[in-house]
C-alpha cells in the first residue's frame, strides 16, 4: 500500500510513539489504583501474558513502567473481580479491556482454523469430550483442567504438553464459549461460561461485521502506537494481512489515519490525526520483553536503533546478554539492557547483568538505573538490589547503588 503525505523526522516519530503508549506522562505522585490501572490498559489496548516468573509474572511490568509503584493485587481485580479486562488471544496470550470482546468474535468463530495443534485435534476426534466439558461447566461452575483426571502427554519440556482436558478447555475458550474467571495462585486458569464472567452489557453487544470489527482492532492498535507502518498495526493484534490492509485503507479514506513519511523508516507509515506530539520525553522504565512498546523486534530498531532479543529459550553458553533482559528507557531512548531475578527466599533483585548502549553517559544511566532498580526491589517486596559483575555497565551500576538514596 502506497503512502505518501507529511514527512516526521525520526526523533519525532519516537516521541510521538513513547507519548502513545504512556511514556510522556509522569508518573502519579499519589497512590495508584484501579483508576489509573484501567486507563492503562484501554490505552494500550492489550497487555501481554506470559509464564515466566523468573522476575515478575510479565502483565503486572507494564504497569509498574508506565505509573511507577502499585498494588499488584489491583491488577488482579480488574479481571478476577472487577471484570474490566478479560483474556484472549490477541497478540499472543493476553488481557484486554472488555469493550473489545465483541471485535474478537470473528476470530473465534474462527477457532477451527485460528487455532492450533491439540487444540483442534481433540475436538476433531473427540467432539462428544468437548461438548460434555462444557455441560459438565454449565451444570456445575467454575473448573480448572488439573481437576481433571486427565494422564499428561508424555513429551516432558514441551511448551504444550497439554492432557485432553486441558487441550479442550482451551479449544472451548478460543472460540469464546469459556472465558478466565480468574487465575489462581500458581497462575492456573479458572474456567467458566463467558455469559456468567463478562458483563452483561459486553455479552449482550451485537456481534460486529467482521470488516467492522478488523477496523476498531487497527482503530485500538493505531491509538496506542502513534505512528506505525502496516506490518506495526497488523502484528498488534496478529491480523491477516489481506484484513487488515483492507482496515487500513478504510480508515484511511475516512481520515482517521493519516499517511506520513518517517524519516530512515524505508516504509510507508500511518499517523493517528490527534497522536500527541510531545517536544521531549522524560520517562525512566524498566521495559518487560512483552512490553507492548518492545515486542515487534524490527519496530524497536526503526524507533531506537536498539537490536534486541529475547535468549530465554539460547542455550546459557551462548547467550549475549542474559536469561531476562529488560530494556532500560531513559528519557526517549533505550540507554541499556539489563538481566534481573528476583531472588524472593534472599529478598534480594539480582542483576545477573548490565550492559550499555554505545554513546550514552555512563555514569548518568547507572545512577538512573540504579534509582529504578530500588523502586522496583521495593515493589516486589525485595530487600536490596545486587549486581553479580557481568557486562560492561556492571561496574558503574554497583558502584552507583553504594550511593544512598535521595
Do not use: C
Not at 519525532?12 to 507519548?19: E, M, N, S, V, W
Not at 509522569?26 to 490505552?43: F, S
Not at 504497569?63 to 479486562?85: I, K
Amino acid at each position: 500500500m502506497e503512502t505518501s503525505g507529511e514527512r516526521l523526522p525520526a526523533a519525532l516519530a519516537r516521541r510521538i510513539a513513547l507519548a502513545a503508549q504512556g511514556f510522556a506522562d509522569p508518573r502519579p505522585a499519589g497512590p495508584v489504583g484501579t483508576r489509573q490501572l484501567r486507563r492503562t490498559v484501554e490505552r494500550l489496548g492489550v497487555v501481554q501474558i506470559d509464564s515466566v516468573n523468573v522476575l515478575s509474572r510479565s502483565h503486572y511490568l507494564p504497569y509498574f513502567s508506565r505509573l511507577g509503584p502499585y498494588p499488584r493485587a489491583a491488577v488482579d481485580q480488574l479481571a478476577d473481580r472487577r471484570h474490566d479486562v478479560f483474556e484472549y488471544w490477541a497478540h499472543e496470550a493476553s488481557f484486554l479491556p472488555v469493550r473489545l470482546q465483541p471485535s474478537l468474535r470473528w476470530r473465534m468463530a474462527d477457532a477451527d482454523q485460528q487455532a492450533w495443534g491439540s487444540m483442534t485435534r481433540v475436538q476433531r476426534e473427540r467432539p462428544e469430550y468437548v461438548a460434555a466439558l462444557l455441560d459438565r461447566i454449565r451444570e456445575n461452575g467454575p473448573l480448572k483442567a488439573s481437576q481433571l483426571a486427565e494422564a499428561r502427554p508424555d513429551r516432558p519440556g514441551t511448551m504444550w504438553n497439554w492432557h485432553a482436558g486441558k487441550a479442550a478447555l482451551e479449544y472451548l475458550f478460543f472460540t469464546g464459549a469459556l472465558t478466565a474467571r480468574a487465575r489462581t495462585a500458581g497462575f492456573e486458569r479458572v474456567y467458566d461460561l463467558t455469559e456468567r464472567v463478562l458483563p452483561a452489557a459486553v455479552v449482550q453487544t451485537p456481534t460486529p461485521a467482521r470488516d467492522e470489527a478488523v477496523r476498531e482492532l487497527v482503530r485500538t492498535a493505531a491509538r496506542a502506537l502513534g505512528v506505525a507502518t502496516e506490518t506495526d498495526l497488523r502484528d498488534y493484534f496478529r491480523l491477516p494481512p489481506v484484513l487488515a490492509r483492507t482496515a487500513i485503507a478504510e480508515l484511511a479514506d475516512a481520515g482517521e489515519l493519516l499517511p506520513v513519511q518517517v524519516t530512515g523508516w524505508g516504509k510507508p507509515a500511518w499517523l493517528v490525526p490527534d497522536a500527541r506530539r510531545p517536544r521531549w520525553v522524560r520517562a525512566r522504565a524498566l521495559l518487560s520483553p512483552f512490553d507492548s512498546l518492545v515486542w515487534e523486534r524490527p519496530r524497536v530498531e526503526r524507533l531506537f536503533g536498539f537490536r534486541y532479543r529475547l535468549e530465554i529459550y539460547t542455550p546459557a553458553e551462548k547467550r549475549v546478554h542474559g536469561y531476562y533482559v529488560l530494556p532500560f528507557l531513559l528519557g526517549d531512548a533505550l540507554v541499556a539492557r539489563v538481566d534481573l531475578k528476583a531472588d524472593r527466599q534472599a529478598g534480594v533483585l539480582r542483576v545477573q547483568a548490565a550492559h550499555a548502549e554505545a554513546g550514552v553517559d555512563v555514569a548518568e544511566v547507572a545512577r538512573e538505573l540504579a534509582a529504578e532498580l530500588r523502586l522496583m526491589a521495593a515493589w516486589l517486596e525485595l530487600d536490596t538490589v545486587a549486581v553479580a559483575g557481568s557486562g560492561d555497565l556492571a561496574p558503574a551500576l554497583s558502584a552507583a547503588l553504594v550511593v544512598p538514596a535521595t
